[in-house]
């Protein structure tokens, strides 16, 4: 909301500075959890095209409904820019650093362009990887950790003007923040983590302590910028991906062992489902309230915009059951699978590779 509201007083500046890294920590988690779920997840039988086929269901469908919510709220409170838009729809406007300022219609879209990414590369990445020697599993996590560390260093190196309230070039956020390779780091280190745990390696780590970790790390990136009033490339990733990666792991470790966990709580797992809808409808919604609801001259106080804060997120919440429930698993129960018909009468030759499960064997 911070983001959309620009605060009067001290202590709402001082509060939306703090809450600044949130979102970009929030989406550093998403890409290692995704990496570690595919990988824990992973089916003995399944076969590339069978994997690639479910997670373009899994997120197309709803991508397209609230990509063309966005594009009616667009033409309603703005413009639109036709090649973003465009790039948006087909999940490939990560690639362009210049889109990711202009885009207009959803543009919390960006990681669906990463994720598609991702899909792509994980039946190789998981093949790889699960045929390393467990006792070179640590070592490349060490190595893709240390890999996410650099990446800002390295990128303040890249020269260019930098933007206005910011400190750092457009080319320096997306190496940074958006760029789909470079993000792809972290999620091959959500599928070691995965691996490490699935092979019983990983140390008993108190999920309390690694939530701890998570705290102070945040805390670090939030107060940087809370002092300094602009937002830090190493906040964006590697100050929190550490104790993310830690959290993630014991979580996981703890559950695989069927010790008491607050992740197998029915409330959670629920919550867990809609997380994605979620994710997809809050932007948007945000946008609706502060553009064309509230007033232009709205200006509350913290305890008010902490009010509003709170009805928003049911709001959200409310939609993103909506999306889950009408768009998400209906195309889920439709489009997963292919029908028996389909696989007995329509199905196209082979293509080598293809028809390989995920650990590279041949499918009967």
């Known amino acids: 909301m911070s983001q959309f509201n620009p605060q009067t007083d001290a202590a709402s500046r001082n509060l939306a500075y703090f809450l600044l890294p949130a979102g970009p920590v929030g989406v550093s988690f998403f890409f290692v959890l995704s990496g570690f779920v595919l990988t824990y997840a992973a089916r003995p039988g399944d076969t590339v095209r069978g994997f690639w086929r479910r997670r373009l269901v899994k997120i197309y469908p709803s991508h397209v409904v609230t990509w063309?919510?966005?594009?009616?709220?667009?033409?309603?409170?703005?413009?639109?820019?036709?090649?973003?838009?465009?790039?948006?729809?087909?999940?490939?406007?990560?690639?362009?650093?210049?889109?990711?300022l202009t885009a207009t219609v959803n543009p919390i879209s960006w990681t669906l362009a990463c994720e598609l990414f991702f899909y792509l590369l994980f039946p190789f990445l998981f093949r790889a990887l699960r045929r390393l020697p467990s006792r070179r599993l640590w070592p490349a996590a060490g190595l893709v950790t240390a890999l996410i560390m650099a990446v800002?260093?390295?990128?303040?190196?890249?020269?260019?003007?930098?933007?206005?309230?910011?400190?750092?070039?457009?080319?320096?956020?997306?190496?940074?923040?958006?760029?789909?390779?470079?993000?792809?780091?972290?999620?091959?280190?959500?599928?070691?983590?995965?691996?490490?745990?699935?092979?019983?390696?990983?140390?008993?780590?108190?999920?309390?302590?690694?939530?701890?970790?998570?705290?102070?790390?945040?805390?670090?990136?939030?107060?940087?910028?809370?002092?300094?009033?602009?937002?830090?490339?190493?906040?964006?990733?590697?100050?929190?991906?550490?104790?993310?990666?830690?959290?993630?792991?014991?979580?996981?470790?703890?559950?695989?062992?069927?010790?008491?966990?607050?992740?197998?709580?029915?409330?959670?797992?629920?919550?867990?489902?809609?997380s994605f809808a979620f994710y997809l409808v809050h932007h948007m919604i945000l946008t609706a309230c502060f553009t064309a609801v509230l007033p232009d001259?709205?200006?509350?106080?913290?305890?008010?915009?902490?009010?509003?804060?709170?009805?928003?997120?049911?709001?959200?919440?409310?939609?993103?059951?909506?999306?889950?429930?009408?768009?998400?698993?209906?195309?889920?129960?439709?489009?997963?699978?292919?029908?028996?018909?389909?696989?007995?009468?329509?199905?196209?030759p082979r293509v080598p590779g293809r028809s390989e499960s995920l650990t590279g064997e041949r499918t009967p």
């Open 68 to 100: 063309s919510a966005g594009l009616v709220l667009a033409l309603t409170t703005g413009t639109v820019s036709v090649g973003t838009t465009v790039a948006a729809l087909f999940l490939v406007q990560a690639w362009a650093p210049h889109m990711i």
């Open 152 to 274: 800002p260093q390295l990128a303040v190196l890249l020269p260019g003007k930098p933007m206005p309230l910011a400190g750092w070039t457009l080319t320096q956020f997306w190496v940074v923040y958006t760029a789909p390779p470079v993000r792809l780091l972290e999620f091959a280190l959500g599928i070691v983590l995965a691996l490490l745990v699935q092979n019983g390696m990983w140390p008993v780590v108190s999920v309390r302590l690694a939530a701890a970790l998570c705290v102070v790390g945040y805390a670090v990136a939030g107060i940087t910028t809370m002092v300094t009033k602009l937002p830090h490339l190493w906040a964006m990733a590697s100050a929190t991906v550490i104790p993310l990666a830690v959290l993630i792991a014991s979580a996981a470790s703890r559950d695989r062992q069927n010790l008491p966990s607050l992740a197998r709580h029915p409330r959670l797992v629920r919550l867990g489902e809609l």
């Open 297 to 348: 001259d709205f200006r509350p106080g913290l305890l008010a915009l902490t009010g509003l804060a709170v009805v928003l997120f049911f709001v959200c919440w409310a939609a993103a059951w909506l999306l889950h429930t009408a768009v998400e698993m209906p195309a889920m129960r439709r489009w997963s699978r292919p029908s028996a018909a389909v696989r007995v009468h329509h199905e196209p």
